[in-house]
């Protein structure tokens, strides 16, 4: 676990941590590792699941792209949309502008709930945080930012393994996000996913006792 040298940035009295690193490298595994047992994550895929399934979103996707994008549920399918939209820039644009707004709403909710019970920490698993930031404005509601850092080629097999993606795909949409080296450069912390899950786990739950003592 290595820190950067850089200026503290506390806002308030919650603690809230911000997690970085690339697709598939363990954000959200850290994340639940460094709210334990009394704090929280605020896990952005999962809302965007929420709002990509709501009757709303369901109906604008079919509209836009057709009913061949919808799984059997009769909801969006992920996969399909996604390779519908990825590499056409009008139509990603045309999905992110229904879905980030609202997800960031639901963001905020989240995070300003939690700040209302004392909940602490408080951890934002957003996988564009940093590329998103003029739109949503949460690095300056973290205190510290951690970055994961993880073997492409690691994280390609976990991908392709939990997530079904074809090889080289965490590559070919990484292209469309900032660089690793400048998410590390942005971190506070580095915590090393490259041994076993209990060194993982070790440095985690050290970092978490570090930051809520400090």
Same mark, same amino acid.
């Given at each position: 676990?290595?820190?950067?040298?850089?200026?503290?940035?506390?806002?308030?009295?919650?603690?809230?941590?911000?997690?970085?690193?690339?697709?598939?490298?363990?954000?959200?595994?850290?994340?639940?590792?460094?709210?334990?047992?009394?704090?929280?994550?605020?896990?952005?895929?999962?809302?965007?699941?929420?709002?990509?399934?709501?009757?709303?979103?369901?109906?604008?996707?079919?509209?836009?792209?057709?009913?061949?994008?919808?799984?059997?549920?009769?909801?969006?399918?992920?996969?399909?949309?996604?390779?519908?939209?990825?590499?056409?820039?009008?139509?990603?644009?045309?999905?992110?502008?229904?879905?980030?707004?609202?997800?960031?709403?639901?963001?905020?909710?989240?995070?300003?709930?939690?700040?209302?019970?004392?909940?602490?920490?408080?951890?934002?698993?957003?996988?564009?945080?940093?590329?998103?930031?003029?739109?949503?404005?949460?690095? +300056?509601?973290? *205190?510290?930012?951690?970055?994961?850092?993880?073997? %492409? @080629?690691?994280? $390609? !097999?976990? /991908?392709?393994?939990? =997530?079904?993606?074809?090889?080289?795909?965490?590559?070919?949409?990484?292209?469309?996000?900032?660089?690793?080296?400048?998410?590390? +450069?942005?971190? *506070?912390?580095?915590?090393?996913?490259?041994?076993? %899950? @209990?060194?993982? $786990? !070790?440095? /985690?739950?050290?970092? =978490?006792?570090?930051?809520?003592?400090?």
């Amino acid at each position: 676990m290595d820190k950067q040298p850089q200026q503290a940035k506390k806002q308030h009295s919650h603690l809230v941590i911000g997690v970085l690193g690339g697709i598939a490298s363990g954000k959200s595994y850290v994340a639940s590792l460094l709210a334990g047992e009394k704090g929280a994550v605020i896990d952005a895929d999962r809302l965007a699941h929420e709002v990509l399934a709501s009757k709303e979103v369901t109906e604008l996707v079919a509209e836009a792209f057709g009913k061949e994008v919808l799984g059997e549920d009769g909801r969006p399918d992920r996969s399909a949309l996604a390779e519908r939209v990825f590499d056409d820039p009008s139509a990603r644009a045309r999905l992110e502008g229904w879905i980030h707004p609202r997800v960031r709403a639901k963001i905020q909710a989240a995070l300003d709930e939690a700040m209302a019970q004392e909940i602490e920490p408080v951890v934002l698993d957003v996988p564009l945080l940093l590329e998103n930031d003029d739109e949503h404005g949460l690095v +300056a509601k973290c *205190d510290h930012l951690v970055f994961i850092e993880c073997d %492409l @080629e690691a994280r $390609d !097999q976990r /991908a392709v393994l939990s =997530r079904g993606w074809s090889p080289g795909e965490v590559a070919h949409r990484e292209q469309s996000q900032n660089s690793l080296a400048d998410k590390k +450069a942005r971190a *506070d912390y580095t915590i090393e996913n490259r041994g076993s %899950l @209990e060194d993982l $786990d !070790q440095s /985690a739950r050290a970092l =978490r006792e570090q930051l809520l003592t400090s």
